[in-house]
């Protein structure tokens, strides 16, 4: 592993130290640079300890404009706090990311989807989708997840005993499992895959011009979407991911998508939302074209990036304790108890974005109104009071980490936690039981943002 993947870099003083200016330590974790080398978590740790919550500022960086700063909550119950008081930290007024949207178009867009909503306007999407998780949907895709495990797990043993576990494995098996979820052919599962790199990572060079996907084998939803895939302009840049004009071909695509589903339903989860309707909702009580649209845009996106960092993530978590590798190897029912010690371990979403709609005071600090309020999952799920015992900054099988944070907390609380966990315990389950080791073959690669803990490339050999 890279010497500075979970603290600071050996034989230097943290930058959050007593030496270091407060500046310095808030300067570091803003840079999304800092996260190729790994999350700064002694930095973190001080500045909790310290101070809690701590004002961080927004220098102009990769083409965008300098933001207004932010502070940054980095205790597990103010996080927690912050989260479950939608009327004070409000999703809807900023939206949720840690860069304001550009003009107040892109904010009205940001506004229409469910994660930047607040309630109620939030509890009736929510309401719908949670109804759409049927125990018989969710029977089903438990059974299909099972068998795309053991198929992704199929693929990667059949061939050299190398592969690139974050592409080749860790990739794959959200994928299929989203398009369960979607219903969208399986074929054209990789267009998710290039969505999300452009989306999540629009600060790593490697992801934020994304097109993986030839449309080779495609279904027929898939070629009109190529047609509009964006390229980089004259300055070499995409288009603001975060702004509808940017991703034109993932909205083409939903909307086809839409209309099919609601003229031919089949039996997935989001055929069944299509057919819904909320009579409290007003309208006609149906899920629009336009609010599947964004649903799609948050599945296709946000619900593969935790899970496909996630799964690379627990790898190396077992890549560097061995023991613990051996211990699961001999007991596989235990990997479904271990599932959320790994998730809190590796912390795949890092921060999130909220905004305060009145004075407030978060850990002794005065925060006012209209300020923007920014949760640490990564600092949360390492806090010494929740999980202090053993040291919070090990990974430890015999950990109660049902607390993490992961998934959130609160009304934005993931709806697909669950299936995730299944994932993660179905696809473990198989690669352990069918190899005797797995080692590091190559020096892992780490995405360039300060907001999702990505692994672009993690190579691996096993003898099977």
């Known amino acids: 592993m890279p010497a500075g993947a979970q603290g600071a870099e050996p034989g230097s003083a943290p930058p959050g130290s007593a030496q270091a200016p407060l500046a310095g330590a808030t300067r570091l974790l803003h840079d999304p640079s800092t996260y190729v080398n790994g999350v700064p978590y002694a930095v973190l740790a001080e500045l909790r300890r310290e101070c809690g919550v701590v004002r961080v500022e927004e220098p102009e960086q990769l083409g965008w404009p300098e933001g207004p700063g932010y ?17 004070t930290f409000s999703s809807w007024l900023g939206g949720t990311q840690i860069r304001d949207p550009a003009t107040p178009a892109d904010l009205a867009y940001v506004r229409r ?23 018989r949907a ?65 600060q790593d060079s490697d992801y934020a011009s994304s097109a993986a996907f030839t449309g080779e084998g495609g279904s027929d939803l898939a070629a009109p979407a190529l047609a509009v895939r964006p390229s980089p302009g004259p300055d070499g840049r995409m288009p603001d991911p975060r702004s509808r004009a940017g991703m034109p071909d993932l909205y083409l695509y939903a909307a086809g998508l839409g209309e099919r589903k609601r003229a031919h339903p089949g039996d997935d989860v989001m055929s069944i939302l299509m057919a819904q309707r909320d009579d409290a909702a007003g309208g006609d009580g149906h899920v629009s074209i336009d609010e599947f649209e964004n649903l799609f845009w948050l599945f296709a996106v946000a619900g593969n990036e935790t899970l496909r960092n ?75 009071a929740v ?56 020096e892992p690669a780490f995405l360039r943002s300060n907001f999702q803990r990505g692994v672009k490339r993690l190579p691996i050999g096993w003898t099977a």
Do not use: Y
């Not at 940054?72 to 989260?83: F, K, M, N, P, T």
């Not at 109620?120 to 999407?125: A, D, Y």
């Not at 709806?415 to 190559?442: D, K, N």
């Open 113 to 135: 989807m469910m994660l930047n909503m607040d309630p109620p306007e939030h509890s009736r999407l929510r309401r719908m989708l949670a109804r759409s998780f049927t125990p």
């Open 387 to 442: 999980f202090g015992s053993p040291d919070p900054d090990r990974f430890d099988l015999e950990r109660n980490a049902k607390a993490h944070l992961a998934f959130g907390h609160g009304p934005h609380f993931c709806l697909g936690a669950h299936l995730a966990r299944v994932q993660m315990t179905a696809l473990f389950t198989e690669v352990l039981t069918r190899t005797t080791s797995i080692e590091a073959a190559g």
């Open 138 to 202: 969710i029977g089903r895709l438990e059974s299909q997840i099972a068998g795309h495990a053991k198929g992704v797990v199929d693929r990667m043993l059949a061939g050299p005993r190398e592969c690139d576990f974050a592409k080749d494995v860790a990739a794959d098996l959200p994928l299929l499992a989203l398009a369960d979820i979607l219903g969208v052919p399986s074929e054209d599962r990789w267009l998710m895959f290039d969505w999300s790199n452009r989306v999540i990572g629009w």
């Open 310 to 384: 996630g799964l690379p993530g627990a790898m190396i978590a077992l890549l560097e304790n061995p023991a613990a590798q051996r211990a699961l190897r001999a007991d596989p029912s235990r990997v479904s108890g271990v599932v959320d010690e790994l998730l809190r371990w590796w912390t795949p979403v890092m921060t999130f974005r909220r905004t305060a709609t009145a004075d407030v005071d978060v850990a002794g600090q005065r925060i006012a109104a209209g300020d923007k309020v920014v949760v640490s999952f990564a600092s949360a799920n390492r806090d010494e």
């Open 71 to 87: 502070w940054l909550v980095l205790r597990h119950a103010d996080v927690v706090r912050v989260l479950r008081d939608p009327r």
